[in-house]
């Protein structure tokens, strides 16, 4: 990348995120430690910053850590943060922490996704849960959440409040997302989920208001009997890593004292 095509491509990301954050170039200088005149000038390419100002306007405009890579590399910069696999070194704490999150929630369901609802890990109760939900099919090797929620599938198929649930975790996904932006592929996915012919008219009714709980039931049929679930979410909260910023723990508990009762006799059996 040449040094008079950095600028250029530097200020549109700036513009992007000061839009997004609805940001005038005035607030950013101001939580950047600069001059409405510099920003200004670094958006139209007569200045070209420092690799420390460029993390300092990201910063300002809470850009997650993979975007603020692409502001680097825009700025004729290597990337500052990593980008490793959850077994790697590095994140050899952060995927121990996840390991005994997971583990110390059983016979309760946990499970690890990344920024697209794609699942990474699940541990030994959310396994059997969701082999019940799939059979008499095995459940597969990959899974996106939201998709096995959302369409029609076994998982659809035993939600007995589906129409309740996905208003709601279509708006989840939208409060959940890293730094509360969609990144490009989980924009298009709930788009695309959202434009379904069986979702919208749930999204576009006159009734239809934003969730105010701070909590969802989904409520699964498992052998004849109704299950009530609720979830709580944790993020790695002081992540430097792009992976580690991306990922999250959800932990589901039950919503009330029946399934409590139901899922300590149902597990095992699971399991069995």
């Given amino acids: 990348m040449s040094t008079t095509e950095a600028p250029s491509e530097l200020g549109a990301l700036l513009r992007h995120w000061r839009s997004v954050r609805g940001k005038s170039q005035l607030d950013l200088a101001s939580e ?3 001059t409405p005149r ?3 000038f670094v958006e139209t390419g007569r200045s070209q910053p420092s690799r420390q100002m ?3 306007l990201a910063r300002a405009l809470d850009v997650p850590l993979r975007e603020r890579n692409e502001l680097l590399l825009a700025a004729g910069f290597a990337p500052l943060y990593s980008h490793e696999p959850l077994d790697s070194p590095l994140l050899q704490r ?3 922490a996840l390991t005994s999150m997971l583990a110390q929630h ?3 369901p946990a499970v690890v996704m990344d920024r697209g609802w794609n699942l990474q890990r699940a541990n030994d109760g959310a396994v059997r849960l969701f082999t019940r939900l799939f059979a008499p099919a095995p459940m597969p090797e990959t899974a996106n959440v939201l998709r096995l929620v959302v369409e029609p599938g076994p998982v659809r198929d035993r939600i007995t409040n589906w129409t309740d649930v996905v208003p709601a975790l279509l708006e989840r996904a939208r409060r959940e997302a890293v730094a509360g932006v969609f990144d490009p592929d989980t924009a298009e996915l709930v788009a695309g989920l959202r434009s379904r012919p069986d979702v919208a008219p749930l999204l576009a009714g006159p009734d239809v208001v934003a969730p105010v709980a701070p909590i969802v039931d989904l409520r699964f049929e498992v052998d004849d009997h109704e299950l009530a679930f609720f979830s709580v979410v944790s993020t790695i909260g002081t992540p430097i ?3 580690a ?3 999250r723990v959800e932990a589901f508990f039950p919503s009330d004292d029946a399934t409590a009762e139901r899922w300590a006799g149902l597990a095992p059996a699971i399991g069995a």
């Fill in 245 to 247: 910023q991306e990922l």
């Fill in 54 to 56: 460029v993390v300092r």
């Fill in 241 to 243: 890593d792009v992976t």
């Fill in 106 to 108: 059983d016979p309760l």
């Fill in 32 to 34: 950047a430690g600069s």
């Fill in 94 to 96: 952060v995927d121990r």
């Fill in 38 to 40: 510099y920003v200004s």
